[in-house]
């Protein structure tokens, strides 16, 4: 069992169509509801969770020795495992150019399984490679920086993990 976090990256790509399908309050305009087929663009909408889409999580693996060689100094495994926690990204939004690069906060939350190698060597030291994937869920996001202005927001994702490290307490 360890407690884990993941720095992610996600941006919405422009020029890309996507269906608009919603509606909006503006103090100038008043009301309008659209469903149409539109282009994004940075006058139209920006987000991004470049700052840290974070998620905190605690993790749970199972090692299966693969080698044991010079008594405990250097060893091989492999492990799989689960994973889950909360998310706390701070999302840059810019919508119809209203907008602001928000404070961390807590969005939702993520879970997901991994599989990898892990080589001890030295009894302490260790290189693991690390494949997982997983769902994240956010019904939570903050946007233009007023209390009522929210987003929600769920995908799935996949990465790899290469990691140099030391265990404590050996």
């Keep these: ?20 399908d919603g509606y909006a309050r503006n103090t ?4 309008w509801s659209n469903t149409q087929q539109i282009t994004l663009t ?30 405990g100094r250097r060893c091989l495994h492999v492990f799989e ?3 889950a926690g909360p998310v706390i990204p701070r999302t840059d939004v810019r919508l119809f150019g209203v907008g602001l ?15 990898g190698i892990h080589f001890t060597f030295c009894r302490v030291l260790y290189l693991r490679a690390t494949a997982k994937g997983g769902y994240i869920d956010l019904p939570d996001v903050l ?4 209390s ?8 799935f994702f996949a990465q790899w993990n290469a990691t140099f490290g030391a265990t404590i307490g050996w």
């Design 148 to 155: 009522e202005d929210r987003a929600r927001q769920h995908f």
């Design 28 to 31: 100038g305009t008043g009301e």
């Design 143 to 146: 946007t233009t920086g007023t």
């Design 42 to 71: 940075p006058d139209v909408l920006q987000y991004e969770h470049t700052d840290g889409l974070n998620l905190l999580s605690v993790d749970a693996d199972r090692y299966h020795s693969l080698w044991n060689g010079g008594n």
């Design 101 to 115: 690069n928000n404070r961390f906060h807590l969005a939702g939350w993520g879970a997901g399984v991994q599989a």
């Design 81 to 83: 495992g689960a994973f």
């Design 1 to 20: 069992v360890s407690l884990g976090m993941d720095h992610m990256k996600y941006v919405v790509a422009q020029g890309q169509k996507v269906q608009e």
